[in-house]
């Protein structure tokens, strides 16, 4: 099997796993006939935002936050097992370059899957299990730093979005070509399909901002298990959770 197969391969399977519907497979269990493509979220007590995508957080928005996080699972278990196979599979030279056109197409399958019309979820999720399987020290260091940055900036979109680009940084510390190249890729799919809802936020944090001290969520998603912990409005809260 000549080099150039292995890639294909890979690519091949990761899109194909990466399209499978953790949310929609657990959905007709628990939420049968419910629409999951569009879902309203409080941000604080000046409005919210409307998100579109079928991802773990619409379906814990209507079933509960624990189908929600089991969802998430089964999505980062998707990705880290086609990426793993992929890695374990190809011939040592190219291992690594094979296992993150794997993971890299599993974010792609996962955001834009064939199966459902190309309506799928935002990327997270998968995107944890790929950076697992490639280096899973990334993701404790990017998700640290995410938090940490956020806080001294005083920033809460800073904090809970900027883990996935900071893939690219540790990627070019680490020297790993590969991993960069996977960083670079999930990150413009993550990017092109987070727009819409990042200028949503964006525009209600400039007109509100002072009244914020994090976002608040009505329900877990795969942003939130991690670099996206629910958090409580401090001013209004007072601290409390």
Same mark, same amino acid.
């Given at each position: 099997?000549?080099?150039?197969?292995?890639?294909?391969?890979?690519?091949?399977?990761?899109?194909?796993?990466?399209?499978?519907s953790s949310t929609r497979a657990l959905a007709r269990v628990v939420a049968p006939g419910q629409d999951l493509s569009?879902t309203e979220y409080v941000i604080d007590e000046n409005g919210g935002l409307v998100s579109r995508g079928v991802s773990?957080?619409?379906?814990?928005?209507?079933?509960?936050?624990?189908?929600?996080?089991?969802?998430?699972?089964?999505?980062?278990?998707?990705?880290?097992?086609?990426?793993?196979? *992929?890695?374990?599979?190809?011939?040592?030279?190219?291992? =690594?370059?094979? !296992?993150?056109?794997?993971? #890299? /197409? $599993? +974010?792609?399958?996962?955001?834009?899957?064939?199966?459902?019309?190309?309506?799928?979820?935002?990327?997270?999720?998968?995107?944890?299990?790929?950076?697992?399987?490639?280096?899973?020290?990334?993701?404790?260091?990017?998700?640290?730093?995410?938090?940490?940055?956020?806080?001294?900036?005083?920033?809460?979109?800073?904090?809970?979005?900027?883990?996935? *680009?900071?893939?690219?940084?540790?990627?070019?510390?680490? =020297?790993?070509? !590969?991993?960069?190249?996977? #960083? /670079? $890729? +999930?990150?413009?799919?993550?990017?092109?399909?987070?727009?819409?809802?990042?200028?949503?936020?964006?525009e209600h944090y400039r007109r509100y901002r002072p009244s914020w001290s994090c976002l608040l969520y009505t329900s877990?998603?795969?942003?939130?298990?991690?670099?996206?912990?629910?958090?409580?409005?401090?001013?209004?809260?007072?601290?409390?959770?």
């Amino acid at each position: 099997m000549s080099l150039a197969r292995w890639y294909v391969g890979a690519a091949a399977a990761g899109y194909l796993v990466g399209s499978v519907s953790s949310t929609r497979a657990l959905a007709r269990v628990v939420a049968p006939g419910q629409d999951l493509s569009t879902t309203e979220y409080v941000i604080d007590e000046n409005g919210g935002l409307v998100s579109r995508g079928v991802s773990p957080s619409s379906l814990g928005s209507r079933a509960g936050g624990g189908w929600g996080g089991l969802a998430a699972v089964m999505d980062i278990g998707k990705a880290l097992a086609v990426t793993t196979a *992929a890695r374990s599979l190809a011939p040592d030279e190219v291992a =690594r370059q094979v !296992a993150a056109t794997a993971g #890299a /197409a $599993a +974010v792609i399958g996962h955001a834009y899957p064939a199966y459902y019309q190309f309506e799928g979820g935002f990327g997270q999720s998968p995107m944890i299990g790929a950076a697992l399987a490639l280096d899973w020290v990334s993701m404790p260091v990017t998700t640290v730093t995410s938090w940490v940055t956020g806080v001294a900036v005083g920033d809460a979109l800073v904090a809970q979005e900027s883990w996935p *680009a900071l893939m690219v940084p540790f990627a070019l510390w680490r =020297r790993d070509r !590969a991993l960069l190249g996977w #960083a /670079a $890729a +999930v990150n413009v799919v993550y990017w092109i399909r987070m727009a819409p809802e990042a200028r949503q936020r964006l525009e209600h944090y400039r007109r509100y901002r002072p009244s914020w001290s994090c976002l608040l969520y009505t329900s877990p998603s795969p942003r939130d298990c991690g670099p996206d912990l629910v958090c409580r409005l401090l001013l209004e809260k007072r601290g409390g959770g």
